[in-house]
Structure formats: C-alpha cells, structure tokens
C-alpha cells in the first residue's frame, strides 16, 4: 500500500499544485495532509477548496486555527501585516479548518503483528509542540507510547527527517516528519512530501520493510514571491521562500 502525506502547504498555490501533479503520478492508495494549509501567502482559499475537493483527510495545523475569532472588516483586507493572511480565509473555508482533528490514527495488521500510524501536526501532545530530529529521545519514546504510535508523522517544523529509535519492547519506533510543501526550511527551496510503502509483510523488527521515500518537487517560486509582494504581506516572507530557512 501506497500512502501519500503532506504538510504546511501555507497558501503557496504554485507549489501546492507542482507537488499535486507529482503525487497524482505517484497514484498512492491514500493522502494525508498534516495541517497548515494557510498564512505566509496569498491564495488560501485556492488551496482549502482544492483539499476539500479531492476529500483529503486532513488535522488542524496552529496556523489553521488562527482564523477563531477573526473579524475581518474591509479595512483589514488592506493592512499590512503578518494577519492580512488570515484574513483572506472565506467563511465557509474558516469554518471547514476548526472542524479538523488534532490526530489521525490508523493500524494497520501484518502477517506478525500489528502497525499502529499516528499523524499529528506538531506532536501527539499539542499542535505548537515541535517533535526536531534531535529532541530528546526519551521524551519522543514516551510520547509515542502514550499515543499507541509504532510510526508517527509530523509537520510543523518545516525541516525533512526520519528517524529510527528503538522502544524498551526492543521494537523499532519511527518518527517521519514530512517538510513543508509551500515554506521549506532545510536549505532547499523545492516542496517536500512524503511517500509510505508498507504491505502485509511490513514488520517494526524489519526495518527494509517499511519503506519512506522523501520527493522533492521544484515550482514556479517567481511566482509564489510576486503574490507575496504584491500584497499587504511583510516582503520577508517572500526571501524566506528564496533562501528556504
């Protein structure tokens, strides 16, 4: 099985679209999408409607819950500042986004056992909570047996990693964070997202049998800069898109 997942698209419509195109031909049994779907750009409504179109299930991100109580007047729309994304959020798409979960959890039986995946935007304990290659093993280990996780996936960071611990049980555990589709932060300006291959020899004591595949995907960043500086938005975020840090 083919599972597809991604994360912090943030409005970035050209490389939501470049990473759609690479996935479609990945055709995968299934998407995810691990949150953040707007602020940072301009086009968050393209992007929401688009996921709801395809009926990707997809968690809550911190910026996704930022549209609670927001008042928008006309006057808002025209300001500038960090708020002006949120502000660009339609109604209905605002209402969609706090009526996403924290969490999605799937298991999975193998010939020998049973795969618990667990997705989660920042950690299993809280969306703003970030789950870093180097975060302390132990706080990772405990966090993944209070949420019965055998395979977490995460965003929020915006930085690429898997990592492979090994739990008390003598089992390997894995923590796969997924980048970001539209604001990467490794160094690299392309999208980033995730492909799992798993079928039903896939074993937490085989670690061949679980297969992560991180695809990177160029897009038209030209044009992700220029809608950030035509608009209100701050035109730093158009550099950190540049420099991809």
């Not at 920042?122 to 280990?141: A, I, N, P």
């Not at 980033?192 to 937490?204: F, G, R």
Request: include cysteine; proline fraction near 4%.
């Amino acid at each position: 099985m083919k599972i597809a997942l991604f994360s912090d698209v943030h409005a970035n419509l050209p490389a939501f679209k470049a990473m759609l195109e690479d996935l479609d031909k990945q055709a995968p049994d299934a998407v995810y999408c691990l949150g953040d779907l707007i602020g940072y750009n301009v086009w968050p409504n393209e992007v929401i409607a688009e996921i709801r179109r395809r009926g990707i299930a997809t968690l809550a991100g911190n910026h996704d819950l930022k549209v609670e109580n927001l008042i928008t007047t006309p006057q808002s729309l025209t300001e500038s500042g960090k708020k002006y994304a949120y502000h660009l959020v339609e109604q209905h798409h605002r209402e969609y986004l706090l009526t996403l979960p924290a969490h999605i959890r799937l298991e999975f039986k193998s010939d020998s056992e049973k795969l618990n995946i667990v997705m989660a935007h920042g950690s299993t304990r809280s969306v703003d909570e970030y789950t870093l290659f180097d975060t302390e093993e132990k706080h990772v280990l405990e966090m993944m047996e209070e949420a019965s996780a055998d395979l977490l996936f995460v965003g929020h960071s915006h930085k690429p990693y898997h990592r492979i611990m090994e739990s008390n049980a003598g089992v390997s555990k894995h923590v796969i964070n997924l980048g970001s589709v539209g604001k990467p932060k490794d160094g690299d300006t392309r999208g980033c997202y995730v492909m799992l291959t798993i079928n039903k020899s896939s074993s937490l004591l085989n670690l061949e049998s679980i297969k992560v595949e991180f695809r990177r995907v160029a897009y038209d960043l030209d044009k992700a800069t220029k809608g950030i500086l035509e608009s209100p938005l701050p035109d730093e975020f158009a550099q950190v898109l540049i420099e991809a840090r």
